[in-house]
């Protein structure tokens, strides 16, 4: 489980973003990509539809890296839910973006990776908008380990429970969410 530690200044203004926009309470109960039902509806990318509103939550990742001294020279994760965010943190902190595609790519280089060609040594930083399991996060890690980089962190901007954080801490990846389901006072995702 992710230790509760001291928050960046720019945490408030990213966390009323995701629980102003972001943040549904919903009467019928949807299937969540983990096959899990929720009545907790958390639309990350409607959060962050902006530039103004993409660059607060992307400080605050950026912010929040620093605290946890996660540092990279790239930031990315699974499409479509990484992309915004990975484009946003790269923005305000100048490092490289990539995104990790579902489906390996056909043709040209007939690469799984979109954006900055990832290096071996290269330090990376994946971030994903909402994470239930961490099973899309750790997709995007498996297929950019072959690369060579140094996976840092794994920093998600909403964490619905408890599972992802255990799935990396196995592989000794150092894990941050930015809001977490106790912040949003949710019942958290379990693992199944």
Not at 20 to 30: K, Q
Not at 62 to 78: K, P, Y
Not at 136 to 144: G, H, Q, V
Request: with cysteine; net charge negative.
């Amino acid at each position: 489980m992710a230790a509760e530690t001291a928050r960046p200044d720019s945490w408030q203004a990213a966390f009323d973003l995701v629980r102003t926009r972001g943040y549904e309470r919903r009467e019928e109960p949807f299937t969540l990509a983990s096959g899990q039902l929720s009545h907790d509806y958390i639309d990350g990318k409607y959060a962050i539809d902006n530039g103004e509103r993409l660059t607060i939550v992307s400080r605050a990742v950026a912010d929040l890296a620093a605290i946890h001294g996660i540092e990279f020279d790239a930031v990315g994760g699974l499409t479509m839910g990484a992309d915004p965010l990975a484009h946003g943190v790269a923005m305000v902190t100048g490092c490289a973006w990539f995104s990790v595609r579902k489906e390996q790519k056909k043709r040209g280089r007939e690469q799984w990776v979109e954006g900055t060609r990832l290096e071996p040594g290269m330090r990376v930083l994946l971030v994903d908008d909402v994470i239930s399991t961490g099973g899309s996060t750790e997709l995007a890690l498996e297929r950019i380990a072959p690369l060579g980089v140094t996976v840092t962190g794994v920093i998600p901007m909403v964490d619905r429970g408890d599972v992802a954080a255990g799935r990396f801490a196995k592989r000794k990846v150092p894990f941050a969410a930015l809001v977490t389901y106790r912040d949003l006072g949710i019942e958290p995702v379990k693992d199944v």
